[in-house]
């Protein structure tokens, strides 16, 4: 039994604002995942076979390796079609909030959206919502905002609209959010909700190779180069760091995703139990955290790196050089352990020749 964990009111405050409006537009996180492609678009398609005028607007594009995803080619991007996405936000009689917490997370695209005062419905799992929405479905404990939707749609009484391309869009995003069913997946619901998604005929073997497991040449090279030669592990800290520089990744050829899941990558290693990326973007240092067990990364990323997310899965942004960045996470281990004393290790790749 799927329990109908989103209390009658909230469900039937939604029912009444979907049917009172024709235009809606759809939003999710800047530097869209599969969870937040996944659910942004399987809500869309479901809204227009409902009647509805949807659309999905995203603050940038979606990395190729998700271009997979039903409906990806339909977004209106904030970056590249910027008239449009101001036209269909200011047009939009109801604007959902997807897998996001704050108008912060979805950069231009949330000052457009500030000032209006079209209605603001929030569907999301990350911890501590702001008080921007006029109707809050939050569930920092669900596996995923595509778990969300199908409940939303569910005690909406709409699943008989979820087709075989919707429930594709919801699969990616459940498996995504949970490393392919490795963590956040421990409700037994789960499973009946995928059951549902099964039931549509998904082609699930091709959307788990392209979600899980495609990555070009390029991307494994650099994974591997960043694994074997950027890999500092810090074992009595329980810990990992990987940097990864603009020259580094202009070598690689760098694409959008290509780092995508390297952040995971050193919690296989027996005792290391937390693992923090740092790349040197073009305007900012992005920074990546995953953990295993009760040790919060999302606690790190909200103190010491302007971000936030889950207790296992956070990120944020650092304003300086790569190397500032790294003296963060240095005091990071001080402050967490203040006993243990770590030695400082080389940081950029040259360095590797003096070892
Ligand atoms: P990733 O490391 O894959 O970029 O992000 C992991 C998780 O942390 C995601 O749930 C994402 O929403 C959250 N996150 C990533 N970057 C930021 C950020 O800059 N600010 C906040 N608040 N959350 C972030
Ligand atoms: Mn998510």
Same mark, same amino acid.
């Given at each position: 039994m799927i329990q109908a964990i989103i209390d009658e009111a909230t469900i039937q405050r939604l029912r009444a604002m979907i049917n009172g409006v024709q235009r809606i537009a759809i939003t999710c996180h800047k530097s869209p995942d599969g969870d937040a492609l996944g659910s942004t678009l399987a809500l869309c398609h479901v809204l227009r076979r409902l009647g509805k005028e949807a659309d999905v607007v995203t603050p940038d594009m979606a990395p190729r390796a998700l271009e997979f995803i039903p409906g990806v080619r339909d977004i209106i991007v904030f970056t590249k079609h910027e008239a449009r996405a101001r036209r269909v936000l200011a047009d939009a009689q109801l604007i959902f909030c997807l897998d996001y917490n704050s108008l912060h997370r979805i950069d231009r695209l949330g000052e457009l959206i500030e000032p209006l005062t079209t209605r603001r419905v929030l569907i999301d799992h990350h911890l501590d919502p702001e008080d921007a929405f006029d109707l809050s479905i939050s569930? /920092?404990?669900? =596996?995923s905002t595509c778990e969300l939707v199908f409940r939303v749609l569910m005690q909406m009484g709409l699943l008989r609209l979820m087709d075989r391309h919707a429930a594709s869009c919801l699969y990616v995003g459940l498996l995504t959010d949970t490393g392919g069913f490795a963590? =956040?997946?421990?409700? /037994?619901e789960l499973y009946e909700i995928l059951a549902s998604i099964m039931r549509r005929h998904i082609d699930r073997v091709a959307l788990y190779n392209k979600a899980m497991n495609t990555f070009s040449a390029d991307s494994m090279r650099l994974q591997g180069y960043a694994i074997n030669e950027k890999m500092q592990l810090f074992p009595e800290h329980g810990a990992s760091l990987i940097t990864l520089d603009k020259a580094e990744l202009e070598r690689f050829n760098y694409n959008r995703g290509d780092t995508e899941t390297l952040v995971n990558k050193p919690l296989a290693i027996p005792g290391i139990y937390w693992s923090v990326f740092l790349r040197e973007d073009a305007d900012r240092i992005k920074v990546s955290c995953r953990s295993q067990g009760d040790f919060s990364v999302s606690d790190i990323c909200a103190r010491y790196f302007n971000g936030g997310g889950h207790e296992n899965a956070a990120g944020g942004e650092f304003n300086g050089s790569i190397d500032e960045a790294v003296q963060v996470f240095y005091q990071v281990l001080a402050d967490l352990f203040p006993d243990i004393h770590p030695q400082q290790q080389p940081t950029t790749n040259d360095n590797n020749e003096e070892q």
């Open positions: 569930f /920092p404990e669900a =596996s963590y =956040s997946c421990d409700n /037994p």
